[in-house]
């Protein structure tokens, strides 16, 4: 047995840079089986409920010629905010260590510095681009557990929508806009979730998600409703760390997506040039229209749609994508 160190995007602007990650108790448990069928995907989801994490513990950050020390937190979590000096953008590997039993466990990930000029696109997840049907919780908790990723469903021409905005006002091949997928979604389905948009061949993204659940009780606790302040919080924080990108913020009126957008434009009046919110169910939401008509009283772009073919309309007719 070993501990499972498992890191996650990280991101950084000209003076920062912030990488962060888990560390787990050793186990001799199989990580989540993407291709699991039905009840056995439903135990290897509840198996990810369950995991036990490593507190105060050191993990070690190698960045250059520094290694730098860090502990984790109650819940296992670590973060490091680092000042950064460098000349690369795009996405760039980090690795982080830590020792157990006088071995050294390392793993990699990678960190993404925006170039000037790059827009910022931040999305939700759940009934944003995957169908994930949080309208009924039934529907929800058997697509949760009974499907595997291979088998969840997407939202047509999301792809292609999302692949437009990555590569608008780009000039040179391989570039991509910074893209960050922002949910109340747990640390406990990021791999399932990066595994998702990766088969589906969705943008690179950093993910900010909510904090680990690490019981059964948590497990059910967590597909109850609950506060949006988390994404809030995250959403203010992306716009305060790179304060020179346009934004574009996609969402569905599932949740509370469209008022948090709102606030978040009058915070930063000069920064969001366009919102796009799915409409999830048979008819448009009268408050969600109210709250877009008042977000358009700020110099802002929206679009309430059902089929992500409008959106791509819109997103041509005002000049985002080409």
Same mark, same amino acid.
């Given at each position: 047995?070993?501990?499972?160190?498992?890191?996650?995007?990280?991101?950084?602007?000209?003076?920062?840079?912030i990488v962060?990650g888990?560390?787990f108790?050793?186990?001799? +448990? /199989?990580?989540?089986?993407?291709?699991a069928?039905?009840?056995?995907?439903?135990?290897?989801?509840i198996?990810m409920?369950?995991i036990?994490?490593q507190?105060?513990?050191?993990v070690?950050?190698? %960045?250059?010629t520094e /290694?730098?020390l860090?502990?984790?937190?109650?819940d296992g979590?670590?973060?490091?905010c680092?000042?950064?000096?460098?000349?690369?953008? #795009?996405?760039?590997?980090?690795?982080?260590?830590?020792?157990?039993?006088?071995?050294? @466990?390392s793993?990699?990930?990678s =960190?993404?510095?925006p $170039?000037?000029g790059?827009l910022?696109? @931040?999305s939700?997840?759940?009934d944003?681009?995957?169908?994930s049907?949080?309208?009924?919780p039934?529907q929800k908790?058997?697509n949760?557990?009974l499907?595997?990723?291979?088998k $969840?469903?997407?939202?047509?021409?999301v792809?292609l %929508? =999302?692949q437009?905005?990555?590569?608008? #006002?780009?000039?040179?091949?391989? &570039?991509?806009?910074?893209?960050?997928y922002v949910?109340?979604?747990?640390?406990n389905?990021?791999r399932?979730i990066?595994k998702f948009?990766?088969? %589906?061949?969705?943008?690179?993204?950093?993910?900010?998600?909510k904090?680990?659940?690490?019981?059964?009780?948590?497990?059910?606790?967590?597909?109850?409703?609950?506060?949006h302040?988390?994404?809030f919080? +995250?959403? +203010? %924080?992306i716009?305060e760390?790179?304060p020179q990108l346009?934004?574009v913020l996609?969402?569905?009126d599932?949740? &509370?997506?469209?008022?948090?957008?709102?606030?978040?434009?009058?915070?930063f009046?000069?920064?969001? $040039?366009?919102?796009y919110?799915?409409?999830?169910?048979?008819?448009?939401k009268s408050?969600?229209?109210?709250?877009?008509?008042?977000?358009?009283?700020?110099?802002?772009a929206?679009c309430?749609?059902e089929?992500?073919?409008?959106?791509?309309t819109h997103?041509?007719e005002i000049?985002?994508?080409?």
């Open positions: 047995m070993k501990p499972i160190l498992k890191l996650y995007r990280g991101y950084a602007n000209d003076e920062e840079l962060m888990h560390l108790q050793p186990t001799n +448990k /199989k990580d989540y089986d993407f291709l069928k039905k009840y056995k995907n439903a135990s290897a989801t198996a409920f369950r036990k994490t507190a105060n513990a050191a070690y950050l190698e %960045h250059g /290694k730098i860090t502990k984790t937190l109650d979590y670590f973060k490091f680092i000042p950064l000096k460098s000349e690369h953008y #795009g996405w760039i590997d980090y690795s982080v260590s830590t020792m157990y039993n006088d071995k050294i @466990i793993s990699k990930a =960190y993404n510095r $170039r000037k790059d910022g696109i @931040i939700d997840i759940d944003t681009f995957i169908v049907y949080t309208r009924n039934i908790i058997y949760l557990l499907k595997n990723v291979t $969840r469903k997407i939202f047509e021409d792809v %929508h =999302y437009a905005l990555s590569a608008a #006002g780009r000039e040179n091949d391989g &570039e991509q806009n910074t893209f960050f949910s109340s979604s747990e640390w389905l990021y399932l990066v948009t990766e088969i %589906h061949q969705l943008p690179k993204a950093v993910l900010l998600l904090d680990i659940k690490t019981s059964l009780t948590q497990f059910f606790w967590s597909l109850k409703p609950s506060s302040n988390h994404k919080e +995250k959403i +203010k %924080h716009l760390f790179y346009q934004y996609l969402g569905d599932s949740q &509370e997506d469209v008022f948090l957008y709102e606030s978040i434009c009058k915070i009046p000069l920064s969001v $040039r366009a919102i919110i799915r409409q999830t169910g048979k008819s448009k408050k969600v229209v109210t709250t877009l008509e008042n977000i358009k009283t700020l110099n802002v929206v309430y749609f089929h992500s073919s409008e959106a791509i997103s041509k000049g985002i994508i080409t």
